[in-house]
């Protein structure tokens, strides 16, 4: 019978027995709660037909509960020494899949195409690095994998700004590329007390759930993009200069402005300012003074 890996105590009587230590540029920081393990999994609604992949699954406090619920979970660790101690851990588990990779340079189409293409339902849980949260929500977006759900641990500061408001000073562009792609929540927040070893914030539990259709379409997604960049590079810098800036060499300043007038879009005004349909508009107008479409 496999060992609990949820405590202060085994965690540590782990890490010692394999001679190892939390990875801090990895940001191993290992959950010792299992009631809050158990709510993780329970927030993202489980059940034998759904195939789940893991990130980061560490020593495997989380893997366990998922196996519990889940039909099938594939976990992604780059970390060699934990792979190694997962595979030890769970050897004989036909219901587990342990992928030595790192996620970022992952194909999850191949994944899920080899692991969990019977599964009705597919869907994200993991304990996010803080170091790289942004951008594994970002490739899990970009890839347009119809996922359920992506219940993900965050920083606390992280998942605010996902879930600002417009007008906010939270609010930005990664606010409206994630909005963009999902609904987003917080489930709940999470005490920096229950982690191995403590990390110097608090972190919180979020929901996306992704568009099957979204709710906006630019013409040129890409140029949608470029745009909520442009907007939020200097946030203090008004629209106008912004973009400016961004378009020098392609657009004149009048040009500019003939497009923010004719998308009823004041350029004294600031990106947090803008909802992700007006920034769907203002790329739209630059489309059409740029490539004329």
Known sequence: M???????????????????????????????DSNLLTKIVAAADIDEKTGVIEIGPGLGALTDKLLEKAGKVVAIEIDRELAALLRERYEG???LTILEQDILTSSLEQIIEIELKDYKKLKVVANLPYYITSPIIIKLLE???HFDSLTLMVQKEVAERLTA???????????????????????FNV??????PKPEVD???IQLMPHREKPFRPVDEQLFFSTLRAGFRHRRKTLTNNLIMEFAGDLSREEINEVLGAVSIDGMRRAETLSPA???KLADGLSTALFGK
């Open 2 to 32: 496999m060992r609990d890996v949820s405590s202060v105590a085994e965690v540590n009587r782990l890490l010692k027995s394999r001679g190892l230590k939390p990875c801090k540029s990895l940001g191993q920081n290992f959950l010792v």
């Open 93 to 95: 588990e036909n219901r």
């Open 143 to 145: 890839e347009n994998i």
């Open 165 to 187: 408001s417009l007008g906010n000073k939270e609010y930005g562009s990664l606010t409206v590329f994630v909005n963009y792609y999902a609904d987003v929540k917080i489930a």
């Open 191 to 196: 005490s920096r007390n229950v982690f191995v």
């Open 203 to 205: 972190s919180a539990i």
């Open 278 to 280: 007006e920034f769907v």
